[in-house]
């Protein structure tokens, strides 16, 4: 019988390393290779989490390392949940939120829906359809811009032509009414194909023999699209959801190459108004504590919707 490759390590190893391995547990074993990641974690993710928190509780000033550093404990917190223009940031970013979650998720199940149905070109269209996503945001936020642009962006004449306003001396992402939704036209055209490859792969994990069944027992395509399609979906759709909705939360570069933080405080999202906080105005102690703040928000609606996730799988 020829030696296997666990053979040959097992004679490989030196005899003295090999009588301490034998004499480990699976227990001992399985903590050894978990370790290294665990210390991984704890460096990239927990520690810093930690140092922000402490940060939060202070005075401190990056741009100022050597001034000496006040303990203020929640003073910080009480003044961000007082500040109105916390508030409005607020406001800003759940309009952003909301609405491009009802045009992703509306317009991403429609073409899965669509491509999910065989016709001539069926892979050529889903190819062009992936592929703004593929593109990095500054690089969308560069090309928007263009179209936005008054002399030559298609955006403005169509939207002057419906206003009758002068195109040359106009611009969506200029206007304080119109630039939140040049923002969500943006996100909706990169990342609903997104959406749309979950929803593409809640439609095809559907089994055929139900609406075999379905078809058998006379229920119209109506009532299979109701009480077949939409059902069994619907835990993809929700998954979806859940991942734009903290991607979007934290939306920063895009934002920011289309409007430069503008026109006023229309498009400042709570990611701009940190960024703004701790790399602009250097209150490094204030905006850590803006930092906890969302982070408990995200993860707070976060946990709540992955219970009502759980349930909707569970039926």
Known sequence: MSDTPIDHIARATPEPVARRIRGLSDRTLAW??????????????????VWTIRLSLTNYRANRTNSDIEWVGLRNYVRILTDSD????????????IWTLIFQVFLGFALAYLINKKFK??????????????????????FWTFLYQPQIGLFNYVVAFFTGVDPSSFSMIGSVDLAPWSIVIVDTWMWTPFVMLICLAGLRSIPDYIYEAAAIDRA???????????????????????FRGIENFKMFDMVT????????????????????EAFEKWRTGYASAYAIILFVTVFGLASIYVKALNKVKER
């Open 220 to 242: 119209s395509p109506w009532r299979q699209f109701w009480t077949i399609t939409v059902p069994m979906v619907l835990p993809f759709l929700m998954l979806a959801v859940l």
């Open 257 to 276: 190459l289309l409007t430069g933080g503008g026109p006023g405080s229309v498009t400042e999202l709570t990611s701009i108004n940190l960024k703004r």
């Open 121 to 142: 070109g069926n892979d050529l269209w889903t190819t062009i359809i992936v592929l703004p996503m593929m593109l990095s945001p500054a690089v969308v936020g560069n």
């Open 86 to 97: 916390i508030w409005l940031s607020m406001q800003v970013t759940a309009h952003f939120l």
């Open 32 to 49: 050894i290779f978990v370790a290294p990641t665990i210390a991984l974690l704890l460096a990239i993710n927990i520690f810093p989490l």
